[in-house]
T-cell receptor, first 115, second 114 residues
Framework: EAGVAQSPRYKIIEKRQSVAFWCNPI?????LYWYQQILGQGPKLLIQ????????DSQLPKDRFSAERLKGVDSTLKIQPAKLEDSAVYLC?????????????FGPGTRLTVT | AQKITQTQPGMFVQEKEAVTLDCTYD???????LFWYKQPSSGEMIFLIY??????QNATEGRYSLNFQKARKSANLVISASQLGDSAMYFC???????????FGKGTKLTVNP
């Protein structure tokens, strides 16, 4: 079974530029999450989708971050314009009801550096 | 207040020995779940073990066990017979009530010495 795919793996941009990250969850997983992990910290949830609807986006900085999950499969997270403090690893995860309730499977992440 | 507290920024252990990674949590919900994830230097988060708040037995998965002390609100991870490949960041996380949202601690960096 293929895992969660993310691209790109690394991205370097200048502040005020825009950037987009892509995530393809595990097949059949209805729930998709985007996390931000700043160096030295644990992941912080940015947004959660159930199929193509938003369940929780309370910690998404909506003035600059946006995310969509068209057709309930792939998802894109965008930052426009980027700030220095957006430098982090962006992790995508997906989940399906299993024996461990809501166990989340994570992708390899995209490491963003804003200069 | 922090929901998940991991007080050990770094831990060292000799190969083949056991190590305990601490985690305390804060919740007023009766129903919650506690998770441990491993994050190697490659970056992906790997699920290790889960404990539900109503589970009476401590969870075990191979060399991993979770020392769940509900009254103390602690959920410590015990790794037995440490291996060099266990060197990584370890994160404790909690899910509250019916939410699927995970809240993570700051992590503990484990180094296994040969």
């Amino acid at each position: 079974e293929a895992g969660v795919a993310q691209s790109p793996r690394y991205k370097i941009i200048e502040k005020r530029q825009s950037v987009a990250f892509w995530c393809n969850p595990i097949s059949g997983h209805a729930t998709l999450y985007w996390y931000q992990q700043i160096l030295g910290q644990g992941p912080k949830l940015l947004i959660q989708f159930q199929n193509n609807g938003v369940v929780d986006d309370s910690q998404l900085p909506k003035d600059r971050f946006s995310a969509e999950r068209l057709k309930g499969v792939d998802s894109t997270l965008k930052i426009q314009p980027a700030k220095l403090e957006d430098s982090a690893v962006y992790l995508c995860a997906s989940s399906y009801q299993s024996t461990v309730p809501y166990e989340q499977y994570f992708g390899p992440g995209t490491r963003l550096t804003v200069t | 207040a922090q929901k998940i507290t991991q007080t050990q920024p770094g831990m060292f252990v000799q190969e083949k020995e056991a190590v305990t990674l601490d985690c305390t949590y804060d919740t007023s919900d009766q129903s919650y779940g506690l998770f441990w994830y491993k994050q190697p230097s490659s970056g992906e988060m790997i699920f290790l073990i889960y404990q539900g708040s109503y589970d009476e037995q401590n969870a075990t998965e191979g060399r991993y066990s979770l020392n769940f002390q509900k009254a103390r609100k602690s959920a410590n991870l015990v790794i037995s017979a440490s291996q060099l490949g266990d060197s990584a960041m370890y994160f404790c996380a909690m899910r509250e009530g019916g939410s699927e949202k995970l809240v993570f601690g700051k992590g503990t960096k484990l180094t296994v010495n040969p």
